[in-house]
């Protein structure tokens, strides 16, 4: 069931690179201002955020499928909220229900993936799940590929995001998420009570509460997604401003990167359950850090394409295992919430990081980024000598489930 799932998830996510990509260049071209365009961005990832806690603890009391559905429909609904948005009100209206619909639909998912998934393999699971949503996302960009040709030249003649294409590509992501969501419901089971006869087993060791060491994730997870989604939307203007302005050159540039989310973190994720959580974690945060640092030396898009590409590869090992070590340090009848602490740590970081960091870069454009690498350097220490991780534990707890 759970490779259902992971394709429910990507046929949900079809609308991810539009957003990112599309979204401010769309937003421009019906009158948005700059500060609006980051409202756009803010109000999303705080209803995300938003969605975390309350939906965690449901998913402990009411299950896990009710939520997946609830999360998709609203997904669908977003969609054509999307597709009928002709002014920045409505285009604020979409992106707050879509956020919550994300947050939803995944926070479900990654507590699904627990469920289904003994300790030995949730790396790679985890990986799966994770790598649904960007192939989701990869499958929507290519599909608006031909629209966008169709239906995106404006009476200059020049490709642009027109209000005609960007309802066309919405109303198709809406179809998208409704056949996700008849698949849900057909096809997938809830997966809460598979897992309650060996928890209850195992509740000498988990004691039905959180470990503390959830909380020391979520501040670390906090830290560093404050940090490093911080500097994201100031990365292209450092290289549009230094390097080219050519926007197809350096999507080129980031385009192995995309590839790299895409396919791999199905295969990174088995090297959580090898090598334990925290080594691809650390590794994932260090790279990241090291990658910050360059940025303001590099001179060309070749080394920006290396660096990206391979800081790619290391994430996509290391988010798999953050949420495997969510997945051990919790069990089933408390899943939801420890889930929604770390994701709600995650997305928290998001909302806090881009307006710390863009008050930096006011004041010195290389800014953001050495702090974002002392502030990954720090995290990974964190990983290393204070995180600790319960794999063994769980081991020990899955064989006496047994």
């Not at 979409?94 to 994300?102: E, K, M, N, P, Y």
Request: aromatic fraction near 10%; charge should be positive.
């Amino acid at each position: 069931m759970l490779r259902q799932l992971q394709v429910v998830v990507s046929l949900a996510s079809f609308s991810v690179v539009i957003l990112t990509a599309g979204l401010p260049i769309y937003s421009t071209e019906i009158g948005a201002s700059g500060f609006e365009v980051g409202q756009l961005y803010a109000i999303g990832a705080l209803m995300t955020a938003v969605a975390r806690p309350i939906i965690g603890r449901a998913l402990d009391l009411y299950g896990r499928k009710l939520f997946l559905l609830v999360g998709i429909a609203i997904l669908a609904i977003s969609m054509v909220l999307f597709a009928a948005s002709r002014s920045v009100i409505m285009l604020l209206i979409a992106s707050t229900t879509q956020g919550f619909g994300l947050g939803t639909m995944l926070l479900s998912a990654y507590a699904m993936t627990a469920d289904l998934t003994a300790a030995e393999g949730r790396g790679g699971s985890f990986g799966g799940t994770e790598q649904a949503q960007y192939q989701g996302g990869l499958y929507g960009g290519l599909l608006a590929i031909p629209i966008l040709f169709l239906t995106g030249f404006n009476p200059q003649g020049q490709l642009r995001v027109t209000p005609t294409a960007w309802s066309l590509m919405f109303v198709l992501y809406a179809v998208s998420a409704l056949v996700a969501l008849i698949i849900a419901g057909f096809m997938l089971v809830e997966t809460y009570n598979l897992v309650q006869h060996t928890e209850e087993k195992i509740a000498t060791i988990n004691h039905n509460k959180i470990n503390p060491q959830l909380y020391v994730l979520m501040a670390i997870v906090g830290l560093t997604s404050a940090s490093s989604s911080g500097i994201a939307p100031f990365i292209l203007k450092f290289i549009q401003d230094h390097i080219t302005q050519d926007v197809s050159m350096i999507a080129l540039a980031y385009l192995p990167a995309s590839i790299v989310w895409g396919f791999l973190p199905s295969k990174m994720g088995i090297f959580a359950d090898r090598l334990g959580r925290k080594p691809p974690i650390a590794i994932g945060l260090l790279v990241s850090g090291a990658f910050s640092a360059v940025i303001p030396f590099i001179t060309a898009l070749f080394p920006l394409m290396a660096f990206a590409t391979v800081e790619a590869v290391c994430y996509s090992a290391a988010v798999p295992a953050e949420q495997a070590l969510v997945a051990d340090m919790t069990g089933g009848k408390q899943r939801g919430i420890g889930f929604g602490l770390y994701t709600l740590g995650m997305s928290a970081g998001r909302v806090v990081g881009p307006l710390v960091m863009g008050w930096l870069y006011d004041q010195y454009r290389t800014g953001p980024f050495f702090a974002n690498a002392m502030i990954l350097l720090i995290g990974t220490l964190l990983v290393l000598f204070v995180l600790r991780d319960p794999a063994r534990l769980s081991k020990a707890a899955s064989q006496i489930g047994r």
